[in-house]
């Protein structure tokens, strides 16, 4: 398994941008995915952002257009950039690691919260 350690939630205004990242313990050449999930209070834990270890995307419909997940792989890091948020974007958002035939692993999560 991989340590993750999630950073960059905060409190932003409705419209605003924020950027999260995901440090890795280790090399994430090795991943097969990467993505971001969220969770609000009351819900379960939706998927927000996946990308591969080839830098194929896969968002969930209520991001498109607004949210952008991206890797750097030299520096063990994935990002998600958020901009436009709404209101309905709070929650904890957890970074995920994924390796085919392994468990995969879960940073602590940051808190997003998003109002005015």
């Known amino acids: 398994q991989v340590q993750l350690v999630e950073s960059g939630g905060g409190l932003v205004q409705p419209g605003g941008s924020l950027r999260l990242s995901c440090a890795a313990s280790?090399?994430?050449?090795?991943?097969?995915?990467m993505g971001w999930y969220r969770q609000a209070p009351g819900k379960q834990r939706e998927s927000v952002a996946v990308?591969?270890?080839?830098?194929?995307?896969n968002y969930a419909d209520s991001v498109k257009g607004r949210f952008t997940i991206s890797r750097d792989n030299a520096k063990n890091t994935v990002y998600l950039q958020m901009n436009s948020l709404k209101p309905e974007d709070t929650a904890v958002y957890y970074c995920?690691?994924?390796?085919?035939?392994?468990?995969?692993?879960w940073g602590q999560g940051t808190q997003v919260t998003v109002s005015s």
């Open positions: 995920n690691a994924k390796v085919f035939g392994s468990p995969q692993s």
């Open positions: 280790r090399s994430i050449v090795t991943i097969d995915a």
């Open positions: 990308i591969s270890s080839g830098g194929s995307t």
